[in-house]
């Protein structure tokens, strides 16, 4: 039994105890009273075998006796054996209705959490006829809401087979909270071990990695170095779709401390570690006003590197209480913004948590006990709107959700597997993580990723960047990612159904220029991407590759304003640069005609540049037509890579 259970049920004691004074039991019989006390006693003193002893032979002294058949029904119900607890509050009911009114509303969740849906339904609204205390209201309204839902959705199961990850991944300890990188690659998750060495809690959390194959098994997981210490706990993190940057929830030790050496803002805090190589730097702690004096735990980054998603609550001596989900954004300068807790959609009176925003940036999974469900914790999907909001939250259906608590809902970037965890019979021993194909309407949108290498297109060696994915339709930032120091290498998401540009830069280097767009369908492959970066030196070219005219036309169409921004901050950033705008034409038409559109062209972006604030003396335009081509002019494909704008270091 957990401690807040017993504090509950000393709570219940000391409420009859005040209301029991002599004469006031509902029995005379001197016997059961005497019983009754003998349990109370023992209540007191957390000796609940005692305790039940007591109260059974006390209602056994009479049949009419009710405060001990309310006392053995929290006991049950505390302990799990619903169906005892049931018959102890029927009982209840039967002998005086409205003696102990909250036993109505006990024995309706019992009866909905067993499945005994009608049962429910007819004390919730018995209960709601007497009750008149708002919050246990509306904790019946809810329940009468669930009846009505899981009525229904126990009739139309949704397809569900989970399958075990396996030995190499789930142990004889719980494992919980999955985050996988988004080629799937790369699992890390939270596992509670034993720790001696902490003798109040005698466990501690530590973060475990697992790589898969190339035959698609789960490696054998190990902790997580550096990220995870000796004997502090460490878990539910969330990784940057490339598996580089990994934020989490570190908890004080009972001095305030975390580790012995810093303090934090509350009773847990959300911290962060960089990836460099294989390696993993040392924790920092993401400070205000994201971690408060309140509880922060369980964060969701989305793919744009920019957005945290977290669930922050209230520690009580009860536990954690008013759960609810906040969203908190980097801003320009590195600091994040006040964290805004989302919409009623999400967020109800009750509790949310284990929350993952999906690589697409716009479909939110996350767990709660304050929208229409089977009973405890379940599982929902909110979709992203044009405005802005979220909209209504939908349960993921049965029997993904069920009676128990569902929660740590992983969904892959493809959108296709789901990872949770789950204590069900047939594991490796209390909570192990399993997978499953999720049903097509539950799932995000199609979400595929480029992978490539970033290296000094001179020395060949690998060049640490900043890789930035923009949405050409907005010019807002879709995705972002840094490239390993050590490898070069960098993973980004590309949600389905946009055009992007992406872009690579460095200090000392020309930024280096691609789009891509990407269907509405899954592509079958992900992208794979050299990007060589040019050094700042005379004579270095780049090809702007989002700079996009109207057919026949030194129009420049808004999509091009991604890509004359970034190449006027790198004037602003270098003031002496000078550059040269090349424009090229494919060999279709006129010769005459296509060396003047080239050289209309090349103005044109010098005309925008300049408007931003850039010195003409430092642009100079010029015309090439149709005469260096880079591709065959005999294919579309080719055609379209001579139709270019080029930068040259002057």
Known sequence: MTVRAILFLLTVVMAFAVQAQPGGYSTTDKKAIKEYESGVECMREQRLECARTAFTKAAKADERFVEPRI?????????????????????VMAIAPRFFPVAQLHLADLEFRTGQYAEAEKNYKGYLEKEQEPQRKAR???GLENCAFAARAIQQPVPFEPRNLGPAVNSADPEYYPCVTADDATLIFTRRVKAPEIPIYGMQEDFYVSHRGTDGAWKDANPVPTVSTAAYNEGAGT???DGRFII????????????GRTRGLGSCDLFISRRVGDRWSPAENLGPPVNSANWESQPSMASDGRTLYFVRGRRTGN?????????????????WSKPEKLGPNVNTPYQEESVQIHPDGRTLYFSSNGHPGFGGLDIYVSRLQEDGTWGKALNLGWPINSGADENSLLVSADGRIAYFASDRPGGLGDLDLYSFELYPEARPLAVNYIRGRVFDKVTGQPVEADVELLDLSTGKLATAAYSDPQSGEFLVCLPSGRSYALNAGSEGYLFYSANYDVGSGTQEAPF????????????????????FFNTASYELLAASEVEIDKLARLLFVNPSLRIELGGHTDNVGNDAANQLLSEQRANAVRDRLIAKGIEGSRITAKGYGETKPVAT??????????????????
């Not at 005999?634 to 139709?643: I, L, V």
Request: glycine share 8%; aromatic share 4%; proline share 3%.
């Open 248 to 259: 989490f929830t570190k908890c004080a030790l009972e001095d305030g401390s975390y580790g």
């Open 239 to 241: 990784l940057t779709p």
């Open 633 to 650: 002019n005999d294919s579309e494909e080719g055609r379209a890579q001579n139709r270019r704008t080029e930068v040259t270091v002057l």
């Open 140 to 142: 019946a309204r809810l």
């Open 528 to 547: 794979t991407l050299d990007v060589p970066l040019s050094p700042l030196s005379a004579g270095s070219v780049i090809t702007l590759r989002n700079i």
């Open 319 to 335: 536990g954690v209480s008013d759960m609810d989900i906040y969203s908190a954004h980097l801003q320009d300068d590195g600091s």
């Open 71 to 91: 006392m053995l029904a929290e006991l049950a119900e505390a302990e799990g054996r619903d169906t005892e607890a049931i018959a102890h509050y029927r009982e």
